[in-house]
C-alpha cells in the first residue's frame, strides 16, 4: 500500500483492523520481514525507518500473541480476542 500515512503500516494501526487465527502465519512472516527492515534500517543509519518500523513490530508482536490465544468462533479485533458473536 502506497500512502502519506505517518505509519509504517496503516492498516494494523487502524481500529477497524480485524484479523483471524487463520492468518496466524502471515502475521508471523510480516513480523520477520519487519524486523529484518528494521535491523537494515538501523545499519544504514535510517534511524526514522527503524523507528516507525518498531512501531509496526510491536503491533505485530500485540496481534500474534492475541492470535496464539484465540479459539473457535474467536477473532482478533485492535488487538483484543472477542467472540465472533460479540463483535457483530
Known amino acids: 500500500?502506497?500512502?502519506n500515512c505517518e505509519y509504517a503500516n496503516p492498516?494494523?494501526?487502524c481500529r477497524f483492523f480485524i484479523t483471524t487465527g487463520g492468518?496466524?502465519?502471515q502475521h508471523r512472516q510480516q513480523r520477520q520481514e519487519t524486523s529484518e527492515l528494521i535491523t537494515q534500517a538501523e545499519?544504514?543509519?535510517l534511524a526514522r525507518v527503524a523507528e516507525?518500523?518498531?512501531r509496526t513490530l510491536g503491533k505485530l508482536d500485540m496481534i500474534t500473541g492475541a492470535l496464539e490465544e484465540t479459539g473457535e468462533n474467536q477473532i482478533v479485533v485492535d488487538g483484543q480476542v472477542e467472540d465472533?458473536?460479540?463483535?457483530?
Do not use: H, P
Request: net charge negative.
Open 23 to 25: 492468518f496466524l502465519q
Open 1 to 3: 500500500m502506497q500512502t
Open 52 to 54: 516507525k518500523n518498531r
Open 43 to 45: 545499519d544504514a543509519g
Open 11 to 13: 492498516c494494523l494501526d
Open 84 to 88: 465472533v458473536d460479540a463483535a457483530s
